[in-house]
């Protein structure tokens, strides 16, 4: 089997070029489950066909891997129907690109994707208490600046999560490309969620969500992901960190702590390049001004007049420290990430205190390990 | 699952090819002897024999309804698989849509990009004036101030002094005012430029992007101040004044005649006074 899948894997995107169009041949109503452009879809399938086929003798790590994609699936409309198209269309690609194909290799594969389909479908099932995914209403959306905005959702059915987590979303301005996104307060039973959205250039998702939604518009949200891996039971006072929008996450753990008694001191380090990209300005400055625990600090990097602190938010988190009885969550560019993780360990912050994600241009959904694309 | 009703046989249980065989005929009396027994066995014989022929005939039968209905339930309304031409068009086609997103999506990358760097080095090079003007302002006021101050030690009159400084704080104000004109302008124009952009890509909606509300400039107090000491206020820190203390039409004409030249180099008067009565409304 893995020599078989090699050969097709060789011919690189040939290969699952050649089943989707086979896909969409025999079951043309699976074509709408897929975004208009397949290239990253592609690369995707591959990859996790390789993780699947590397580890077809190792069932211990394989199952939780299917399981989260099966999972994953759901939101995006795939039902139980669905894999038996999908597996034939592969024996019919495997075959395709083998000139040995025979029947006992006929019979493997299908034995193995029957497993793959049934751990899979059994996952998805066992979430059916769950929506597949959750539409969500667009109540307010704000210009903050020339490429961000602040979106107001609320999703009919309120949509569990907790703070720190990212949920994926869709609009159907740009079908079947879901990104993650982290909402900046914590969990409302009315379903309200805050979103920080910044237009990557190229970016399709973004920038429709900052330039081309409006309100009354719907989107679809996905079950939600732990990236940042937020401690609420913890009582440690906090440091929290934000490069861009990664304001979000960090927005919602001092709600939480907010709506938990304020039981914790809290700093927070805003950093942005000039002032006017300072978007949240209005709020940060009223949670500052209501929250005695709370102190926010911003720090301006490229602007030496600045009102604010001056220089990377790194450098200015580590000039105002000690910190090392802190709890740490940076959540930012990458090199914004790394710059203030780097300061705040030589601060002798112990690596397990120190937690962190990572906002970069393209978020797409999880890979085969559910990790959240980095 | 049979659906055609058999001929009941011994007592209602279907006739099998071994009842006949076996069956046993008892003689009725003594004086009238029954059929023939000869003729009887080979009859029997016979009936068993048509009817082992029928039962593998119907079971024949069935499994082919069976594998006839499970190929029509498996495979459902499936045509038979796809030419290999068929695959290749769908394949190829998909191939040049993904071209060509990829494509708009580069496009659109580079545009904004340049877009954007272009919006900030305006808007630097707007704040350097602005900022210029402002000090040179401030150094004129200090030395109007420097030269009365001089001459009040002889005279006695202060008013001179403070409504000197007062037309100098409106100055200032109206450089302030005018800073953000120009800020507003430039957003103004990289936001075309990105709707622009926007229209490049396939499924961008063509209706012009709206222009955000500015921020409101207003200083945030926001947690321990930066561990720098404030920067002087040369560089025109936000101020409230931004809303409250625009300048009117009669502000600017009042302003010093140096400044109004200035002021033409980036705008003309008449745009920025058309942007300030925008931002009232």
New interface residues.
């Given amino acids: 089997m893995r020599a078989n899948f090699a050969k097709a894997a060789a011919a690189g995107d040939e290969a699952p070029l050649w089943f989707y169009a086979h896909l969409f041949l025999t079951h043309p109503e699976t074509r709408q489950l897929f975004p208009v452009s397949m290239a990253h879809q592609r690369d995707r399938l591959f990859a996790a066909l390789g993780e699947v086929v590397a580890r077809v003798d190792d069932l211990d790590s394989l199952v939780p891997i299917l399981q989260q994609l099966g999972r994953d699936h759901r939101k995006f409309g795939t039902v139980t129907e669905h894999y038996p198209a999908v597996g034939a269309s592969l024996l019919a690609t495997l075959e395709h690109f083998d000139e040995e194909w025979d029947e006992a290799l006929a019979a493997d594969w299908t034995a193995a994707y029957e497993l793959v389909a049934s751990v899979m479908v059994q996952a998805a099932d066992e979430m059916s208490d769950q929506p597949p995914w959750w539409d969500a209403e667009v109540v307010a959306h704000e210009r903050r600046t020339v490429d961000t905005a602040v979106l107001r959702l609320r999703s009919k059915v309120p949509l569990p999560y907790r703070p720190g987590e990212s949920i994926s979303l869709e609009t159907e301005l740009r079908p079947r490309l879901w990104r993650y996104y982290s909402p900046a307060n914590a969990f409302r039973p009315d379903g309200e969620l805050e979103i920080h959205a910044r237009a990557q250039p190229g970016g399709p998702v973004s920038t429709a969500l900052v330039r081309q939604v409006h309100v009354g518009d719907v989107l679809r949200l996905g079950p939600p992901v732990d990236h940042m891996r937020f401690d609420p039971d913890s009582d440690r006072d906090l440091l929290l960190v934000a490069g861009g929008t990664g304001l979000a996450p960090l927005k919602a753990i001092v709600d939480h702590v907010a709506r938990n008694g304020a039981q914790r001191r809290v700093d927070l380090f805003v950093g942005v390049r000039l002032e006017e990209d300072l978007y949240d300005r209005e709020d940060l400055t009223r949670l500052a001004q209501d929250n005695p625990w709370l102190t926010v600090t911003v720090a301006v990097s490229e602007d030496e007049h600045t009102q604010f602190a001056h220089g990377d938010v790194g450098e200015v988190v580590a000039r105002s420290g000690p910190w090392g009885s802190r709890e740490a969550y940076v959540a930012g560019p990458p090199a914004m990430v790394d710059d203030t993780v780097g300061r705040l360990r030589q601060q002798g912050l112990p690596e397990e205190r120190i937690r962190t994600e990572v906002f970069a241009p393209s978020r797409p959904g999880p890979d085969v390990h559910g990790e959240v694309t980095t | 699952m049979s659906t055609t009703p058999e001929p009941a046989g011994f007592g209602g249980r279907r006739l099998s090819p071994a009842d006949v065989r076996d069956v046993r005929f008892g003689r009725s009396s003594v004086f009238r002897p029954g059929y023939d027994d000869v003729e009887v066995d080979r009859f029997l014989e016979r009936v068993g024999e048509e009817l082992s022929r029928l039962h593998a005939e119907k079971a024949e039968l069935r499994d082919r309804v069976h594998a006839l209905q499970a190929r029509l339930d498996d495979d459902g309304p499936?045509p038979e698989?796809?030419s290999a031409q068929?695959?290749?068009i769908?394949?190829a086609a998909?191939?040049t849509?993904?071209q060509y997103?990829?494509e708009a999506?580069?496009i659109?990358?580079?545009m904004?990009?340049e877009a954007?760097e272009h919006?900030?080095e305006q808007?630097r090079e707007a704040r350097e004036k602005v900022?210029a003007m402002i000090q040179a302002a401030h150094e004129a006021a200090s030395r109007i101030a420097a030269a009365q101050g001089t001459a009040a030690v002889a005279a006695q009159s202060g008013t001179v002094d403070t409504r000197t400084e007062e037309e100098l704080q409106e100055q200032v104000r109206y450089l302030q005012a005018f800073g953000q004109a120009c800020?507003a302008q430039l957003?103004a124009y990289?936001?075309a430029l990105?709707a622009d952009v926007?229209r490049e890509?396939?499924?961008?909606?063509p209706q012009a992007?709206?222009v955000?509300?500015r921020?409101?400039a207003?200083?945030?107090?926001?947690?321990?101040?930066?561990?720098?000491p404030?920067?002087a206020a040369v560089?025109a820190?936000?101020d409230p004044a931004a809303s409250g203390a625009a300048p009117d039409g009669e502000g600017s004409g009042a302003a010093e005649p140096r400044t109004v030249e200035a002021a033409a180099v980036l705008l003309s008067d008449e745009s920025l006074r058309g942007q300030e009565a925008g931002r009232r409304q």
Avoid: I, N
Wanted: no cysteine; proline share 12%.
């Fill in positions: 499936r698989a796809p068929a695959v290749g769908l394949a998909q191939q849509a993904d997103v990829a999506e580069a659109s990358r580079v904004t990009a954007r919006y900030e808007v900022g800020r957003r990289l936001e990105l926007e890509w396939g499924a961008a909606s992007v709206p955000a509300p921020p409101q207003e200083p945030l107090r926001a947690g321990r101040a930066s561990a720098d404030a920067p560089t820190a936000p």
